[in-house]
């Protein structure tokens, strides 16, 4: 259980496009996802925290307007990653917690490899 | 605000027992985790430990938590090859919404 899918798993696309990365959790609900960003480095960078129905909470330093989120239902929440450049090339990793709280955990998705040309 | 820290890299020989350390500031932090990433993937919850306890085992795996000096530990038996991957330390509050993750330590796992 507790199983978290985003999609596409890898995407390569050209400057200035937009790319929508898919996070899903499969057999929960979830009031709250998390989107991440990982650098060559390994560490974490949360970007923004979205709740179900409501606005995405971004992280001081992210820009909103370029980074969309929408968490339209209790199972699916998209990043869109608007007129991409090369340096937003990174792993995009999604989390969900899931409705029935327990341990404030999180279930990560696989993540998402994205390079802009 | 909360703060997360790991040392970087760990290198074991394969049968060896690993220790990954962690320290975190938040003393209200209430559930403290760990997570483990294999390349290209993923995070993949391991372990949790709640703040009200001192040690929590899991067949292989041996959390350590020292509130007064908000240190936590993972202790990795028998580490094995496949063991290699980052482990992630990370806490939250019930409040606090989302959790604060350390930057990753690295282990090597060697034969």
């Known amino acids: 259980g507790a199983v978290v899918s985003q999609h596409p798993s890898r995407v390569i696309c050209k400057s200035g496009t937009s790319v929508k990365i898919e996070c899903r959790s499969l057999d929960f609900q979830a009031t709250t996802m998390f989107w991440y960003r990982q650098f060559p480095k390994q560490s974490l960078m949360l970007m923004a925290t979205?709740?179900?129905?409501?606005?995405?909470?971004?992280e001081q330093g992210v820009e909103k307007d370029k980074f969309l989120i929408n968490h339209a239902s209790l199972t699916l929440s998209t990043l869109t990653v608007t007129s991409a450049h090369p340096e937003d090339s990174s792993f995009y990793i999604c989390?969900?917690?899931?409705?029935?709280?327990?341990?404030?955990?999180?279930?990560f998705g696989p993540g998402t490899r994205l390079t802009v040309l | 605000g909360e703060d997360v820290e790991q040392s970087l890299f760990l290198s074991v020989r394969e049968g060896d027992s690993s220790v990954i350390n962690c320290t975190y500031t938040?003393?209200?932090?209430?559930?403290l985790y760990w997570y483990k990433q294999e390349p290209g993937a993923g995070l993949q919850l391991l372990t949790y430990?709640?703040?009200?306890?001192d040690m929590k085992q899991d067949q292989r795996l041996t959390v350590l938590l020292n509130k007064k000096d908000k240190h936590l530990s993972l202790r990795i038996a028998d580490t094995q090859t496949g063991d290699s991957a980052i482990y992630f330390c990370?806490?939250?509050?019930?409040?606090?919404?989302?959790?604060?993750f350390g930057d990753g330590t690295t282990l090597t796992v060697k034969p």
């Open positions: 979205s709740n179900e129905g409501s606005k995405a909470t971004y």
């Open positions: 938040d003393s209200s932090s209430t559930y």
């Open positions: 990370a806490e939250s509050t019930p409040n606090a919404g989302k959790s604060t």
């Open positions: 989390s969900a917690r899931p409705l029935a709280l327990v341990r404030n955990e999180q279930f």
């Open positions: 430990i709640f703040s009200n306890m």
